[in-house]
């Protein structure tokens, strides 16, 4: 108990360093606007562009700059106060998707289907989660869907490795639909807790493609109706407004349960998120911060929201 | 939410409604909707800046022509400005001793293993080059052998991987192979790296020092929001790069990366990703994504609009002109810039219906851009008088303006015969009446044009 409370602070100590630096420069920003100034209309015009400037998009960006607008307009604020407010004014988008991934205990295996564009980190989440689940004393089946890309199922062994989860694999070039299907039925056989399906990396105008991942979604429907149990896109967070059409593609065409944003380490802000919150309240289980097996975090509205506003504490 | 550019010009400009020349209050009130339009293709702040106070000289004071809206003068500007600041593709540079280096780098993801791959195929089938791939990523699970099993299917050979050497050993390892086997190139695939992270930026620095790469290609997802300008402008300053690979521009992203990359560096787009397969590398063209930019479903037809008004324009000139029988060799100059300047417009213009045709009856009557140069050339080394007047040239009178344009008494034939076409067609057309004439605008005057489309 102790060792996993002290570990979720070392896990928020690291989460905080990584959104620290993608927030330095918005807060920065701010410090710089208002350093002992008035909240007129030049600044909070330069407060709209430097959350624009975090992808939060122009339209969201005006709003919360006009919410800011009635709570403080021409009085004296210091930037911590500024920054209070903004995410004050933020973090009510994002409350609604900070929902956890839940399975059944009792179900053998969930199913997890795992998808989202090229090279956005979907096989390294799969890792990462595999070894959560390992570490909860789960027993974890990956499967290597993704029979396209070169070296993919190398890449998903290795993870395997790491985190102690077999992994079933098909040759190369060979339909991901059969491969979903022999590995949910060798599980369900086995009596596995949770079955991970990686699949290659798809742009969601791609209409054949996005009938592949329907097609795997009906065979494994063949040996459970209820399956897939989870849908998780994987989300790049240095992408921008092109992430809206890309969640609404992937819900319409195979329903989203959750996203996982990856790549928070980075400079870029991961805005986007409130946009997506606001329009289609997909749960948002966790975040990456790391290319590493444990760089997997709960994601938290208020220190997101915190953390775009620049406020370290 | 997301309202496309034409209609908020539209908006815009239904409360101005003004003739002549465009006033300062309507660029702003123009330019602040393309500023929007401009953030919702992901085209990072400081760059949208820079990039309206570049539009908004050009723009104050420009006359709008007559029947084309000041909305779609503005967009024309825009437009025109966009695709000048994208700049053009350029082919990579092979120029140095053999083997010549080319790196890849960018952030993780992105699409440098595959667009590795795909430059050593291109290299090698067009350029017929002896291309070594190798990689040096050492991080990612199965990196290696994905650059190994890429390199097998385009049948280019990889360096062999030493377990546990470091990238710039490898880096040294990969040139000493290649002089050695007299390659032509030699492609060096690195592990993605955020530009944040001072250990691995630090790591590839010191392998562009050691093989001091002809090329530096950064790869760039073209779905890459605003952070596009920080990662430019930090890989450029930090490794320096020569330039930029846009990648997944299969997809259907508005593309500002491009712009705010291409402006905060100052490097070249060299090539476009379009799709995961090893063939699916294209030369970059800045109308391809100028017009995604701008959201060209709505801004081509209007400026076909404009396209066709201006031609419509002429014509009509032309056809008093006509009317009043007075074709001459200065009417004949007029038409070939206009058609030059035609001919020289690809993207948005190029594809409209009615500047195609004009375009294919250039390409038939073999009018390239350079001939109609030297025809205007011609021209312009007459005298006036002979310009209004063409049955004064005689042979030594065609001998001199031959001298004076830097072209051939043939050539001058040529281009008289070719008037004296023009001239007979336009007696037909005369008769066809001016409405004739409007209806099948100038492409009905050029040879082989004909009427009967
Ligand atoms: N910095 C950082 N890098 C990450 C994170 N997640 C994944 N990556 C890196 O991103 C790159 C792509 O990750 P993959 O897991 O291969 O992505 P994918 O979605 O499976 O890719 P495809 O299967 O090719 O579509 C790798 O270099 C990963 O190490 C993260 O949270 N932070
Ligand atoms: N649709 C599309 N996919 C692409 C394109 N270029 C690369 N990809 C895909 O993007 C994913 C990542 O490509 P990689 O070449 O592995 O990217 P990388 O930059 O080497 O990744 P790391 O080494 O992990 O940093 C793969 O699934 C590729 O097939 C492209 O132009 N279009
Ligand atoms: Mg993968
Ligand atoms: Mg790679």
Same mark, same amino acid.
């Given at each position: 108990m102790t060792d996993t409370a002290e570990k979720q602070r070392s896990w928020f100590g690291r989460l905080k360093a990584g959104l620290a630096r993608s927030s330095a420069k918005l807060g920065d920003g701010i410090a710089g606007i208002l350093t002992k100034r008035r909240l007129d209309d030049e600044a909070l015009d330069q407060l709209e562009e430097v959350l624009i400037a975090a992808d939060l998009g122009w339209g969201l960006a005006k709003e919360a700059t006009q919410r800011l607008r009635h709570a403080k307009f021409n009085q004296e604020v210091s930037p911590e106060e500024v920054r209070r407010t903004l995410a004050q004014i933020i973090e009510p988008f994002l409350e609604p998707v900070e929902r956890p991934l839940v399975l059944d205990p009792l179900r053998k295996p969930n199913v997890v289907l795992v998808v989202g564009a090229n090279g956005s980190g979907k096989t390294t989440t799969i890792g990462k989660l595999a070894k959560l689940f390992r570490e909860q004393g789960k027993s974890v089946v990956l499967v %290597?869907? &993704?029979?396209?890309?070169?070296?993919?199922?190398?890449?998903?062994?290795?993870?395997?490795?790491?985190?102690?989860?077999?992994?079933?694999?098909?040759?190369?070039?060979?339909?991901?639909?059969?491969?979903?299907?022999?590995?949910?039925?060798? %599980?369900?056989?086995?009596?596995?807790?949770?079955?991970? /399906?990686?699949? %290659?990396?798809?742009?969601?105008?791609?209409?054949?493609?996005?009938?592949?991942?329907?097609? /795997?979604?009906?065979?494994?429907?063949?040996?459970?109706?209820?399956?897939?149990?989870?849908?998780?896109?994987?989300?790049? %967070?240095?992408?921008?407004?092109?992430?809206?059409?890309?969640?609404?593609?992937?819900?319409?065409?195979?329903?989203?349960?959750? /996203? /996982?944003?990856?790549?928070? &380490?980075?400079?870029?802000r991961g805005g986007v998120m409130v946009a997506l919150a606001e329009l289609y309240t997909i749960p948002v289980p966790y975040i990456g911060i790391g290319e590493r097996v444990d760089d997997l975090r709960p994601f938290e509205a208020a220190a997101f929201a915190r953390g775009l506003t620049g406020i370290d504490s | 939410?997301?309202?496309?550019?034409?209609?908020?010009?539209?908006?815009?400009?239904?409360? =101005?409604?003004?003739?002549?020349? =465009?006033?300062?209050? !309507?660029?702003? #009130?123009?330019?602040?909707?393309?500023?929007?339009?401009?953030?919702?293709?992901?085209?990072?702040?400081?760059?949208? $800046?820079?990039?309206?106070?570049?539009?908004?000289?050009?723009?104050?004071?420009?006359? +709008?022509?007559?029947?084309?809206?000041?909305?779609?003068?503005?967009?024309?500007? +825009? @437009?025109? @400005? =966009?695709?000048?600041?994208?700049?053009?593709?350029?082919?990579?540079?092979?120029?140095? +001793?053999?083997?010549?280096?080319?790196?890849?780098?960018?952030?993780?993801?992105?699409?440098?293993?595959?667009?590795?791959?795909?430059?050593?195929?291109?290299?090698?089938?067009?350029?017929? $080059?002896?291309?070594?791939?190798?990689?040096?990523?050492? @991080?990612?699970?199965?990196?290696?052998?994905?650059?190994?099993?890429?390199?097998?299917?385009?049948?280019?050979?990889?360096?062999?991987?030493?377990?546990?050497?470091?990238?710039?050993?490898?880096?040294?390892?990969?040139?000493?192979?290649?002089?050695?086997?007299?390659?032509? #190139?030699?492609?060096? !695939?690195?592990?993605?790296?955020l530009h944040i992270d001072d250990a691995l930026m630090f790591e590839v620095a010191a392998v562009s020092q050691e093989v001091k790469p002809a090329e530096s290609l950064l790869v760039s997802d073209a779905m890459t929001g605003q952070d596009a300008v920080n990662l430019a402008k930090s890989f450029s300053e930090r490794v320096g790069i020569t330039g930029i690979v846009l990648t997944r521009v299969d997809g259907d992203a508005r593309g500002g990366a491009a712009l705010s990359m291409r402006s905060v560096t100052g490097r070249p787009i060299k090539y476009l990703g379009t799709g995961e397969k090893l063939d699916a590398l294209e030369a970059f063209r800045p109308e391809r994504i100028a017009n995604r930019i701008l959201d060209m479903g709505d801004v081509v037809s209007l400026v076909e609009k404009a396209a066709e008004t201006i031609e419509q324009e002429d014509a009509e000139k032309l056809a008093k002109k006509l009317a009043k029988g007075q074709f001459d060799l200065d009417d004949l100059a007029a038409q070939l810039r206009q058609l030059r300047k035609m001919g020289g417009m690809g993207g948005v213009i190029g594809m409209l219906p009615g500047v195609q045709k004009i375009k294919r009856q250039i390409n038939d009557a073999n009018l390239d851009e350079g001939l109609i140069k030297r025809q205007e050339a011609i021209i312009g080394s007459m005298t006036r008088k002979e310009r209004r007047d063409p049955r004064l040239l005689n042979a030594s009178r065609r001998r001199r303006i031959a001298a004076g344009s830097g072209t051939t008494v043939p050539e001058i034939n040529r281009l008289l015969k070719q008037y004296q076409d023009m001239a007979t067609m336009m007696k037909k057309m005369n008769k066809l009446g001016q409405k004739g004439l409007m209806r099948h605008g100038l492409g009905a005057l050029l040879p082989g044009g004909g009427f009967g489309r």
């Open positions: %290597a869907g &993704d029979t396209f890309r070169a070296a993919a199922v190398e890449q998903l062994k290795v993870w395997g490795e790491r985190a102690g989860a077999p992994v079933i694999t098909g040759p190369s070039g060979s339909d991901p639909a059969g491969l979903a299907f022999t590995a949910l039925e060798q %599980a369900q056989r086995e009596g596995s807790d949770i079955l991970l /399906i990686d699949t %290659a990396g798809r742009l969601h105008n791609k209409a054949d493609l996005m009938a592949e991942l329907q097609k /795997i979604q009906r065979v494994l429907k063949k040996l459970d109706p209820t399956a897939p149990h989870a849908v998780l896109l994987v989300l790049d %967070a240095t992408i921008g407004q092109t992430a809206l059409q890309q969640i609404q593609t992937f819900r319409d065409l195979i329903g989203i349960t959750g /996203i /996982i944003m990856t790549k928070l &380490d980075g400079s870029a | 939410m997301f309202e496309n550019l034409s209609q908020r010009l539209g908006d815009t400009f239904d409360r =101005l409604k003004k003739r002549g020349a =465009l006033s300062e209050e !309507d660029v702003v #009130a123009a330019l602040r909707e393309i500023r929007i339009a401009l953030l919702e293709a992901d085209v990072a702040l400081p760059v949208v $800046k820079q990039f309206i106070d570049g539009v908004r000289p050009k723009a104050v004071g420009q006359d +709008v022509l007559r029947s084309i809206t000041p909305a779609q003068m503005v967009v024309k500007i +825009v @437009h025109d @400005h =966009l695709v000048e600041t994208l700049g053009a593709g350029e082919p990579l540079n092979l120029n140095a +001793v053999p083997p010549v280096p080319i790196l890849m780098l960018g952030l993780q993801g992105s699409g440098k293993t595959t667009t590795a791959a795909k430059l050593a195929r291109l290299l090698k089938e067009r350029e017929r $080059k002896k291309v070594l791939l190798a990689s040096l990523d050492v @991080h990612r699970p199965a990196a290696q052998e994905q650059l190994a099993v890429l390199a097998q299917q385009i049948n280019v050979p990889a360096l062999p991987v030493v377990a546990g050497e470091q990238p710039v050993a490898i880096a040294k390892r990969a040139v000493d192979v290649a002089r050695r086997e007299a390659y032509d #190139a030699v492609i060096l !695939d690195t592990a993605g790296r």
